[in-house]
Each structure stands twice: as C-alpha cells, then as structure tokens.
C-alpha cells in the first residue's frame, strides 16, 4: 500500500474524474483539474505508475524525476 501523508502535494481522486491526478497548489499538474479544498484524507504518495492515476500527470512526474536525477 502508498504511504498516504498530509503533505501540500500528492495523488488524490475527486469527484467528476475518471482518474487520480498529481495535484501541487490545489492544481493537477496536467492541467486538467482544480481543487477547492484540502483532501481530508491526504494525498496518496509512492504510487506513480498505477494504472488509475492520469497520463498526463504520470508523464510530468517521469519527467521531473528524470531532470533531478540528471542534475546530480
């Protein structure tokens, strides 16, 4: 199981969406999503590669651990 944690950031599901999104500053990185509110269960950490989680915010997420790791 994904650590879940009540960090600002973190894949969560909402309501209207088909898929869990990556949301940092109540926005989903993919650009398709808005939150209102604070998740009250948190945001789910660890589980990038679910197969329920949006493409979309799965590629940004690739991409920005790849940049991190290229910049050691």
């Not at 994904?2 to 950031?9: I, L, N, Q």
Request: charged share 30%.
């Amino acid at each position: 199981m994904a650590e879940v944690d009540k960090a600002k950031e973190g894949w969560t599901w909402t309501q209207g969406s088909r898929k869990w999104h990556y949301y940092r500053e109540k926005r989903a990185i993919c650009g398709g999503m808005l939150l209102f509110v604070h998740p009250s269960e948190g945001y789910e950490l660890g589980n990038n590669d679910s197969k329920d989680n949006c493409a979309a915010c799965k590629r940004r997420i690739a991409k920005e651990v790849a940049d991190q790791g290229a910049a050691k």
